[in-house]
């Protein structure tokens, strides 16, 4: 398949590497690593060591790359305004769009430029950082899972499936994409949050802290409650394992953290905006994520004002 990955950072870095590997011909577009990519190739980097792929080319933008079988979106949502426009060369009658993006309304985004029973909703629960310019590190290979933008699994969300599992990765569908979304976000709330609010801290942090740790769990008790509301019902079983694979984790930086500490725009809207305000409407309370958000609002304000 001929597959672009926009946004070649962590994510999208190891993923496009893995197909890469399996043969595809796979093209990155990243603005930050596209001339070490090309001299020097992707370094992978997990438990096993480190491994250099090459892939097909990396380039700025999607100008030279034309239409493409399959368009993976793993750059920052808060691009989502212009993401439509930069990816039209690469969209064809057949094109499929698989978005691995954090928080809720991306795959709306995407609805003006591709048909929506093409567009592929994936949510990764992994650990993956991008820790130099072309080196990416997994120290959490977890799972990913999909879903169809609006209904039950279509044959585009089936074929991302077989293409992810066909290079290794535990992946699998699921009937609804609100489910698998709030339960991503029982995560990437209170975690990617207090790691912000809580000054520049990384996960072991938040786990060590009686308090931090409690009110995360609180955090994820309200995303369960508006999940459930919003007809997208979570077991506690989930929950517990979310604090089971945090604590194994070390001192992990959220991606959130990693924008907040290097000045750059954080995805306040998806992922706690959207969801606080889908939860309210549902007639759920919520007042720790409420907090949360102001909390981190003032964080990243305070941030801008000494920039």
Request: charged letters at 20%; aromatic letters at 6%; one cysteine or more.
């Amino acid at each position: 398949m001929k597959i672009t990955i926009v946004g070649a950072g962590a994510v999208g870095g190891w993923y496009g590497g893995l197909l890469a590997q399996q043969g595809h011909e796979v093209y990155f577009v990243t603005r930050r690593d596209c001339e070490i990519i090309n001299q020097q190739g992707l370094c992978m980097r997990d438990a096993k060591g480190d491994k250099i792929v090459k892939i097909k080319k990396a380039y700025p933008d999607c100008g030279s790359i034309g239409v493409c079988d399959l368009i993976v979106i793993a750059a920052k949502s808060t691009a989502n305004l212009t993401l439509p426009d930069f990816i039209k060369t690469l969209i064809g009658q057949n094109t499929v769009l698989l978005t691995l993006q954090n928080g809720m309304g991306n795959c709306e985004t995407f609805a003006s430029v591709i048909a929506v029973e093409r567009i592929v909703a994936g949510l990764c629960f992994v650990c993956i950082n991008r820790i130099g310019p072309g080196i990416v590190k997994n120290t959490h290979s977890g799972y990913v899972r999909m879903a169809s933008a609006f209904g039950p699994p279509t044959e585009s969300v089936k074929q991302c499936v077989q293409l992810f599992s066909d290079a290794g990765v535990d992946c699998q569908s699921e009937q609804s994409l609100d489910v698998v979304l709030w339960k991503k976000l029982c995560w990437n709330i209170p975690f990617n949050g207090l790691s912000i609010a809580g000054g520049g801290i990384t996960t072991d942090k938040i786990m060590s802290n009686v308090l931090l740790r409690e009110r995360a769990v609180e955090l994820m008790k309200e995303v369960q409650a508006a999940a459930a509301a919003c007809g997208a019902p979570f077991k506690d079983e989930h929950i517990e394992r979310q604090i089971k694979v945090t604590a194994g984790m070390g001192a992990y930086r959220p991606s959130s953290l990693i924008d907040y500490l290097e000045g750059r725009e954080v995805e306040v809207a998806g992922l706690w905006g959207e969801p606080l305000r889908r939860g309210l409407a549902a007639g759920v309370s919520m007042p720790k994520l409420s907090q949360l958000k102001i909390e981190i609002e003032q964080k990243l304000q305070a941030r801008d004002r000494l920039t």
